[in-house]
């Protein structure tokens, strides 16, 4: 497609369960990025992939949250025993190259939006 | 945790005027761009200018960065009611590849 697609639009578990949202980056796109944007919050950095290697999985919050882009494409951000506090609207972005030897831009999904009842 | 800050956080202005948003970074870098959200969307891109820059245009729009202080400010003149958005602004972090937003600034402009 021409742009980052990311699936479900919408997402409601109950609190327990283990959700999976997935990010389709612009083809060939090398960098992939999660971000968690709390309501009224920037985005908030959670992981950084090159291809199909994690190179910062600094932000993710516990290790409840697991990530995964394992052909260098597709991308999925899982969560086991989703909390009340997961609630938020999970971005995925791309880019091109890698961000510090190219000054790229990231282009953005619309975002997955999940709500943990 | 974030890595700039937004000020202020909320801006309401009239059609027609200029909105300044400034932004704060903490550690240095190799660029600082500006993003922009409508309610419910993913962040679109508005403008990246390189830590050896210290000012860009693009439109109506216009960064200033100062490496020194640590900041940059977007100005949007002659403000439309279609610019009413949040409005980001996004640092990497030197020798790193990784891409930090601060909390944003919501403008509103009132038609």
């Known amino acids: 497609g021409a742009g980052v697609s990311q699936s479900p639009r919408y997402k409601v578990a109950k609190r327990g369960q283990d959700v999976a949202l997935r990010c389709d980056p612009i083809?060939?796109?090398?960098?992939l990025f999660w971000y968690q944007q709390a309501l009224g919050q920037g985005p908030e950095f959670l992981t950084y992939f090159q291809n199909e290697a994690q190179l910062d999985k600094s932000g993710l919050p516990s290790d409840r949250f697991f990530a995964e882009r394992p052909e260098g494409s597709v991308s999925t951000l899982k969560i086991q025993r989703t909390q009340q506090e997961d609630s938020a609207v999970y971005l995925c972005?791309?880019?091109?190259?890698?961000?510090?030897?190219?000054?790229?831009?990231?282009?953005f999904g619309s975002g997955t939006q999940l709500s943990v009842l | 945790s974030q890595q700039g800050e937004e000020d202020p956080q909320a801006l309401s202005i009239q059609e027609g005027e200029n909105a300044t948003m400034n932004c704060s970074y903490k550690t240095s870098i190799n660029n600082l761009q500006w993003y922009r959200q409508n309610s419910g969307r993913g962040l679109v891109h508005l403008i990246l200018i390189r830590s050896n820059e210290r000012e860009k245009h693009s439109g109506r729009l216009r960064v200033t960065l100062d490496t020194s202080k640590k900041s940059s400010s977007l100005l949007i003149t002659a403000s439309r009611a279609a610019d009413t958005a949040s409005y980001f602004c996004a640092t990497d972090q030197y020798n790193n590849n990784d891409m930090r937003f601060g909390a944003g600034t919501r403008l509103t402009v009132k038609p």
């Open positions: 972005a791309s880019s091109p190259g890698q961000l510090a030897s190219t000054n790229e831009k990231l282009f």
């Open positions: 083809s060939g796109h090398v960098s």
